[in-house]
């Protein structure tokens, strides 16, 4: 690792000189739907995070959601109280933003959330009708059917199911907010494939916050973001945009104005590095950064840096030496063109120069040196990585595959912690051994589809066994939580490649089983998984409901289907955003199934996920084989975006609340950690 003070440039790079220069005002992308008010006195704006304040709520007194920023009147206008290492840096915030109220229209010509208003003249030209025609995406001509959705405040609760009423707890908002974005996006892939359209739909997602205001952490912030922890992973630059972590949905340097004493300066707070330049990321500690702008894709537009806006706002911050955050950018493994961020935690500048690039322009260089006393970020995903290349690479190794092939991808047992030599006995199995043979129970009807099963096909018998529409994206992600899912079974006529056989063909990441340091044995992932995503099922023993089990009580690895928690029931994807009807479910209209299942004796990686009342895992019921939905198979999903290596956890259920089979599992006394914890499960 070189450090700053033996750094030595080579004959091919510059110095940047290290003078004062003149702090210009940076321009950010605005949102559609956003006015960015460059008056030199923004006025104050206290916006509430989900619905209009409440009769007598002002700027003193704002509902407890998210992080709130303390305001305070200054002759330049509005001023909020940051953090750095040094102490408060007061920051003037660059520009003040205004949340329109009325509809932006997604199904229109204006562009979701770009850095500009796109003129109405290359808007036709682009799309090829007139700026007013009502003709959807794709469509021929041939107006929707859906009409466009009117875009309201909602307030927290069963309304607006993801968002805590009232939280003291930044985390929990940050996720609730995230998780919102991820389903929204979700739905709206679903609806888009069903009329053929082509606009994105993490735009649309992000577009419909910003209008309901559904937002974390909106000021602008140096150092840490409340709620937000290093190792985050995220898919798409609008979740950034949305907790609060890095503004600019395009740009890779996000900056803001900062008093340092009686001085304001423009300094670089986040910045994130994706690849888009010849950026040096080997060591996870160490990274050269590449200024912004000249690198275009048409050479004739190319152009060398110049030290303005997000530049200088970075050469600032090497001589202010204030923390920027670093979001670091990797190739999506289950996708070609995609891309996955993760948040590395705080970073510091310690040189720059300029450099001349392999395109032939002159390009700032900046290099950063991580905070030390951090938990580890991209340093997983690296060393991840590269257990999947080479499992054997792995330490602290046990067993290379616990399930001894039963899985397609080997279960690694990893002990860490102490010398014992794994789990009690038990015979692996990957299915459910049921208490009379599916044979003898009635199938479901299948549908006749041709090779695969196609969105928005009214004659599927598989769709509308799922109410109208295909369950999962087409890259296998459960779109929203239903009392049951139905699968294609072998009575259908499409092919194994139907996009509707999620579940049923078995598990696909590399998982290890572990010894925790306080909970026995738990499970997790080395890749990364989406939410929505498909994990493993629980398999076991059914057993029978009609029957007293006295041993039930002494069995720790029953399943039943008792009551969630809050945060599963309220996965879903916020319908009443988008003009449809809630689907939120309360605990007490839960309805639970007889079905039990114990992987005491027989099971897979199921029965080492550990009970959480914050849990980032959920239960879904499934059916692909049978028509009796009494007996579904039991699978599990993500829940939110799960970082490699964190342990995957799901809610057991709320202590007291008993399933209507005969018989319940007693209490015990819950160490997950969370500050939500209920203290039993």
């Not at 616990?402 to 279960?411: D, H, K, R, T, Y």
């Not at 939120?584 to 992987?599: G, M, N, R």
Request: glycine share 10%; charged share 20%; hydrophobic share 30%.
């Amino acid at each position: 690792m070189y450090r700053a003070s033996n750094f030595i440039p080579d004959p091919n790079q510059e110095l940047l000189d290290a003078k004062p220069l003149r702090s210009l005002a940076p321009m950010f992308p605005a949102p559609m739907g956003v006015n960015v008010n460059q008056s030199s006195t923004p006025p104050l704006v206290c916006v509430t995070p989900v619905s209009q304040f409440p009769i007598g709520f002002g700027a003193g007194n704002l509902p407890a959601f998210g992080s709130i920023n303390t305001f305070g009147a200054t002759a330049n206008g509005v001023s909020y109280a940051g953090t750095s290492a040094n102490g408060p840096i007061d920051a003037t915030p660059i520009s003040a933003y205004k949340t329109r109220s009325s509809i932006i229209p997604l199904d229109g010509d204006d562009e979701p959330y770009a850095g500009t208003q796109t003129p109405a003249s290359e808007r036709k030209t682009r799309r090829g009708r007139p700026p007013n025609s009502s003709a959807g995406d794709g469509s021929n001509g041939v107006k929707s059917k859906r009409p466009k959705p009117t875009y309201k405040n909602f307030v927290a609760g069963k309304e607006l199911a993801f968002l805590p009423s009232s939280s003291t707890d930044p985390r929990e908002t940050v996720e609730a907010v995230h998780m919102t974005f991820e389903a929204l996006r979700r739905r709206h892939l679903q609806l888009d494939e069903t009329q053929e359209a082509s606009r994105r739909a993490d735009l649309k997602a992000g577009a419909i916050m910003m209008a309901s205001n559904i937002r974390a952490n909106s000021g602008k912030r140096i150092g840490t973001v409340p709620g937000v922890e290093i190792g985050d992973i995220f898919y798409f630059r609008m979740e950034l945009c949305v907790i609060g972590l890095h503004a600019p949905s395009m740009g890779g340097i996000d900056y803001m104005t900062a008093k340092f004493g009686n001085v304001e300066d423009s300094v670089a707070i986040c910045i994130v590095s994706a690849g888009g330049y010849e950026n040096e990321d080997d060591d996870t500690d160490v990274l050269v950064y590449s200024g912004q702008g000249g690198n275009s894709r048409n050479t004739e537009e190319r152009h060398d840096q110049k030290l303005e806006r997000g530049n200088l706002a970075l050469e600032r911050s090497l001589h202010r030496k204030n923390e920027i955050r670093v979001v670091r950018g990797f190739k999506d493994p289950f996708c070609i063109t995609g891309k996955i961020y993760i948040y590395d935690g705080l970073y510091k500048i310690h040189e720059s120069w300029k450099e001349r690039t392999r395109s032939g322009i002159n390009c700032f260089k900046y290099k950063l040196l991580r905070e030390p006393g951090q938990p580890d970020g991209a340093a997983i995903w690296k060393m991840t990585q590269r257990w999947i290349a080479n499992p054997a690479s792995r330490d602290s190794v046990i067993l290379a595959d616990l399930s001894s092939g039963a899985e397609i991808v080997p279960v690694c047992l990893v002990n860490e912690v102490n010398h014992e030599k794994g789990p009690g006995h038990f015979t692996y199995t990957n299915q459910v051994k049921y208490l009379r043979p599916h044979s003898s129970m009635k199938p479901l009807q299948g549908c006749g589809c041709q090779s695969v099963c196609l969105p928005g096909d009214a004659t599927c018998a598989c769709g509308q066994h799922n109410g109208g529409d295909l369950p999962y994206s087409s890259s296998g992600l459960l779109v929203c939580r239903k009392p049951t899912i139905y699968e294609c079974s072998e009575s259908c006529h499409c092919s194994s490649n139907c996009r509707n056989r999620v579940t049923q063909k078995g598990v696909r990441l590399h998982f290890e089983v572990f010894r925790t340091t306080n909970r026995g044995w738990g499970l997790r992932c080395w890749e990364p998984i989406r939410a929505g995503a498909f994990i493993c099922e629980y398999a076991g023993e059914v057993i029978d409901e009609l029957k007293v089990n006295l041993d039930d009580s002494e069995d720790d690895y029953i399943f039943q289907t008792v009551c969630p928690g809050e945060k599963t029931l309220k996965w879903n994807y916020g319908p009443e955003l988008i003009g449809e009807e809630s689907t939120y479910v309360l605990a007490d209209e839960f309805e639970s199934l007889p079905i039990k299942i114990s992987a005491k004796n027989m099971g897979n990686i199921s029965r080492f996920m550990n009970h959480s009342c914050s849990p980032n895992v959920f239960w879904q019921p499934v059916q692909y084989d049978h028509g009796d939905d009494r007996h579904p198979h039991i699978m599990f999903f993500a829940l939110k975006h799960i970082p490699p290596m964190a342990e995957l956890t799901y809610d057991y259920g709320v202590a007291g609340a008993e399933s209507s089979s005969v018989g319940s599992r007693r209490t015990k006394d819950c160490m997950c950690g969370s500050q939500n914890c209920r203290g039993l499960f």
